[in-house]
């Protein structure tokens, strides 16, 4: 079976316009299929333990990515 490949343009650029998100590995793009409400509550526990040693520091935690401006912002070299 031969497996579809795309660049990282292609992926961007459809990325953008699509409804939903997906990742990309490889030159193959996955669905990003919904979170649970299990790991949705294990995510909120665990950023509120996080976000205020966070605090102190330089570092941000993000719960997922800040979609759809994130994949605006990737710089191709």
Known sequence: MTT?????????????QAERKSEFHDGEIFPVIDASIEHS?????????LQPKLRKTDCKGMMGSPYPSFAQSIRIS
């Open 4 to 16: 579809l490949k795309f660049s990282v343009e292609e992926y961007l650029d459809l990325e953008r």
């Open 41 to 49: 509550s294990l995510a909120m526990n665990l950023a509120g333990i």
